[in-house]
C-alpha cells in the first residue's frame, strides 16, 4: 500500500461496515493488504481524500447495500464488478480538493464536540452520583422538598 490509497471493505458480517472507505495516510512500514479489502489506486485526476468521502456517502452507501451479497450475519460480500459499476460523480480537482478539505474541517469540528459533550456527560453523571450519595447519607438535608 503507499499513502493516497483507499482502502475499501469487501467483506463483513455487518451490512454496515461493508463498503467502508478509509484513506491511507502514511505508513512507517509496509503493509499485507487482507483478502476482505479492496485497495484503490485514484488517479491523478482524483482527489483521495474526497473518493474516501464519496464512498462513504449516503448515496455509495445506498449502491452498496443494493450490491451485496451474503445473509444477516454470516459475511456479506461486495463483488469487485459491482464496485466498478456504482455511478460517482467527480468534479474537477480543484474542487474536490475543496471539498474535501471542508468535509475534514466541518467533521473535525463536530468530533471535539462530541468529545466535549461526552466529557460533560461524564462530569453530569459524576455530580448526579455525589448528589445521591450526599441525599442519602445525610449529607444534605431534604427534608421539606417536595
Same mark, same amino acid.
Given at each position: ?19 467502508s472507505a ?11 493488504? &487482507?483478502?476482505?479489502? $479492496?485497495? =484503490?489506486?485514484?488517479?491523478? &485526476?482524483?482527489?483521495?481524500? $474526497? =473518493?474516501?468521502? &464519496? ?6 452507501r ?7 451479497? !451474503?445473509?444477516? !450475519? ?11 459499476? $456504482? ?8 474542487e ?5 478539505a471542508y ?16 466529557r $460533560?456527560?461524564e ?5 448526579? &452520583? ?7 447519607? !445525610?449529607?444534605?438535608?431534604?427534608? !421539606?422538598?417536595?
Amino acid at each position: 500500500m503507499e499513502e493516497g490509497d483507499v482502502i475499501v471493505s469487501r467483506a463483513s458480517g455487518s451490512p454496515d461496515l461493508v463498503g467502508s472507505a478509509a484513506i491511507v495516510e502514511h505508513l512507517d512500514y509496509r503493509l499485507i493488504l &487482507s483478502d476482505k479489502l $479492496f485497495r =484503490l489506486q485514484p488517479r491523478r &485526476s482524483t482527489d483521495s481524500r $474526497f =473518493l474516501a468521502w &464519496s464512498l462513504n456517502s449516503g448515496r455509495y452507501r445506498i449502491q452498496v447495500r443494493r450490491a451485496i451479497s !451474503g445473509a444477516d !450475519g454470516l459475511a456479506n460480500n461486495l463483488p469487485l464488478s459491482k464496485l466498478r459499476g $456504482f455511478e460517482m460523480h467527480f468534479p474537477s480537482l480543484e474542487e474536490q480538493r475543496r471539498i474535501a478539505a471542508y468535509l475534514d474541517d466541518q467533521t473535525a469540528k463536530i468530533d471535539m464536540l462530541i468529545v466535549e459533550t461526552e466529557r $460533560f456527560i461524564e462530569l453530569a453523571r459524576e455530580r448526579r &452520583s455525589a448528589l445521591i450519595t450526599a441525599a442519602v447519607t !445525610g449529607e444534605i438535608d431534604v427534608r !421539606g422538598v417536595a
